[in-house]
């Protein structure tokens, strides 16, 4: 079976740090690129980051407080985001490219990318 399950969220206080890991079964996570995505409810799924499938390149909606990673030899890829702020909290997705090794210029959009998981979800709080 074709899956990919999210895990490691959790409640953080502001300004904390977080891993959220994507594992995926039933394919080699390794031949796609994969994003992470959001989501609150009422609004759209939004894209957070992406990486090519041999992981030199990736791609971010906003620079500098996550960085996602990819771990071959687990099937799995990683997304550490740190400096939490009250606008963080959501439903984060991992999602493959099926057609594409490689994260658009343009952006992370979701209707690129399938087998979405479950979500973790993650809370800001104090």
């Known amino acids: 079976q074709v899956q990919l399950v999210e895990s490691g969220g959790g409640v953080v206080q502001p300004g904390g740090s977080l891993r959220l890991s994507c594992v995926a079964s039933?394919?080699?996570?390794?031949?796609?690129?994969v994003a992470w995505f959001r989501q609150t409810p009422g609004k759209e799924r939004e894209g957070v980051a992406c990486i090519d499938s041999d992981g030199t390149r990736t791609k971010y909606t906003e620079e500098g407080r996550f960085t996602i990673s990819r771990d071959d030899t687990k099937n799995t890829v990683n997304l550490r985001m740190s400096n939490l702020r009250p606008e963080d909290p959501a439903v984060y997705y991992c999602?493959?490219?099926?057609?594409?090794?490689?994260?658009?210029?343009?952006?992370?959009?979701?209707?690129?990318?399938?087998?979405w998981g479950q979500g973790t979800r993650v809370t800001v709080s104090s």
């Open positions: 039933g394919f080699t996570l390794g031949n796609f690129a």
């Open positions: 999602a493959r490219d099926p057609d594409y090794s490689y994260c658009a210029a343009s952006g992370i959009r979701s209707r690129r990318f399938v087998n």
